[in-house]
C-alpha cells in the first residue's frame, strides 16, 4: 500500500505541475502561431485526468492508513464523506476537485482570449494548493504562514521548470519541423531566460523549507528526510548544470550553428528526466517525518 501512495503522490504531484507548464509554456515562451492549439489542449487534459485519477487514488490510500483498513474495506462513500467534510485534508480536496471541475469545463467549452489565461490562474491554484496537503499545511509552527508561502514559491515556480521542460522540448521539436528556426531561437531565449528566475525561485524558497524541515547540518545527514533532501538537491543540480551549458554553450551558438538546437533539445530531454525522479523523490519526501520533529 505504501508502494501505490508514493506511485499516486508522484503521478499527481507530476501531472498538475506539468498542467500548469503547459499554460506557462504557451503564454510566456511560444513565439509564433502554429497549429499545436489543440495539441496542447490534449495534453492538458491528459494532465486533468491524470490529476484527477492519481488524486482520488491519493486520497483512497489515505484513508485506508488512518482508518487502519485495508483498500477494499475502507472504499465507503460514508467514510469518505466524513474525511471529505470533517477533516482539514479533505477540506482542500473538496476545494481541489471544484477546480478541477472549472477546469474540465474550461477545456471543454474555451472562452476566445481567455482560455489559455484562465487555464494558467486554475493550474497555479491547483498547484499551490498542494502546499495544505504537505507538511506546511499540517504544520502548527507559528511559523506556519512563512513555510507555506516558501512551499507555494517553491511549487508554482517548479511548474514553470523543470516541468515547463517537457512543453519547451515538444515546441523545440515542432519549430524544427517546421524549419521555424527564427521562432525556435527565440522560444529558447524566452524558456532560458524564465528558467534562471525560476531557478533562483526554487533555490531560495527550497533553502528556506530546508531550514523548517531539516533545521540542522545534523539532521540533514542522519535523518532518512535529510539523506532523501540530499539526493533531491543532487538531481536538480545536475538538471541546473545541463540547463546552464543549454544556456551558455548551445544558445550562445544558435545564430551560427543550426545544429545547436538539436543539442538544446537533447539536454532538454535529459532534464525531462532529471525532473521525473525528482518529483518522486518529493513523493517519498512527503510521507516521511520532518528531521526536525522526529
Same mark, same amino acid.
Not at 491524470?50 to 487502519?68: E, K, L, P, Q, R
Not at 521562432?183 to 524558456?191: E, S
Given at each position: 500500500?505504501?508502494? !501505490? ?21 504557451? !503564454? /510566456?515562451? %511560444? ?9 496542447? *489542449?490534449?495534453? $492538458? ?24 483498513? =485495508? ?9 469518505? *464523506?466524513?474525511?471529505?467534510i470533517e477533516t482539514a485534508p479533505g477540506n482542500v480536496w473538496i476545494v481541489r476537485c471544484a477546480i478541477g471541475v472549472a477546469f474540465g469545463v474550461l477545456l471543454c467549452f474555451p472562452l476566445r482570449g481567455w482560455s489559455w489565461r484562465g ?8 498547484? =499551490? ?10 504544520? %502548527?509552527?507559528? *511559523? ?10 517553491? !511549487? ?49 524558497? +527550497? ?7 531539516? +533545521? ?7 535523518? %532518512?528526510?535529510? *539523506? ?18 543549454? /544556456?551558455?554553450?548551445?544558445? $550562445? ?5 543550426? %545544429?545547436?538546437?538539436? $543539442? ?20 517519498? !519526501? ?9
Amino acid at each position: 500500500m505504501y508502494a !501505490l501512495l508514493i506511485l499516486s503522490r508522484a503521478i499527481h504531484f507530476g501531472s498538475c505541475l506539468l498542467l500548469l507548464s503547459v499554460f506557462a509554456v504557451r !503564454l /510566456l515562451v %511560444e513565439t509564433a502561431a502554429t497549429d499545436d492549439s489543440r495539441a496542447a *489542449r490534449r495534453l $492538458a487534459g491528459l494532465c486533468l485526468a491524470a490529476a484527477a485519477g492519481s488524486g482520488f487514488v491519493w486520497f483512497w490510500v489515505a484513508i485506508a492508513g488512518m482508518s487502519g483498513s =485495508g483498500l477494499l474495506e475502507s472504499l465507503s462513500p460514508q467514510l469518505f *464523506r466524513m474525511v471529505l467534510i470533517e477533516t482539514a485534508p479533505g477540506n482542500v480536496w473538496i476545494v481541489r476537485c471544484a477546480i478541477g471541475v472549472a477546469f474540465g469545463v474550461l477545456l471543454c467549452f474555451p472562452l476566445r482570449g481567455w482560455s489559455w489565461r484562465g487555464g494558467a490562474v486554475l493550474a497555479a491554484v491547483l498547484v =499551490g494548493s498542494l502546499t495544505w496537503l504537505g507538511h506546511a499545511g499540517a504544520s %502548527e509552527d507559528v *511559523r506556519r504562514p512563512w513555510m507555506l508561502s516558501a512551499d507555494v514559491a517553491h !511549487l508554482l515556480a517548479a511548474g514553470v521548470w523543470p516541468a515547463g521542460l517537457l512543453p519547451f522540448a515538444l515546441l523545440l521539436k515542432q519549430y524544427i519541423r517546421a524549419g521555424l528556426l527564427p521562432a525556435a531561437r527565440a522560444a529558447a531565449t524566452r524558456f532560458s531566460a524564465m528558467s534562471l528566475i525560476t531557478v533562483a525561485v526554487l533555490a531560495s524558497s +527550497g533553502a528556506v523549507n530546508a531550514c523548517f524541515l531539516v +533545521g540542522s547540518f545534523r539532521g540533514l545527514a542522519t535523518s %532518512e528526510y535529510g *539523506r532523501l533532501l540530499i539526493i533531491k538537491v543532487a538531481l536538480f543540480a545536475m538538471a541546473v548544470a545541463f540547463g546552464a551549458r543549454n /544556456l551558455l554553450v548551445h544558445k $550562445a551558438r544558435l545564430d551560427i550553428a543550426p %545544429e545547436a538546437l538539436d $543539442a538544446m533539445a537533447r539536454n532538454v530531454w535529459i532534464e525531462v528526466a532529471l525532473g521525473t525522479l525528482i518529483v518522486f523523490v518529493v513523493a517519498i !519526501l512527503g510521507t516521511l517525518p520532518p528531521a526536525s520533529h522526529p
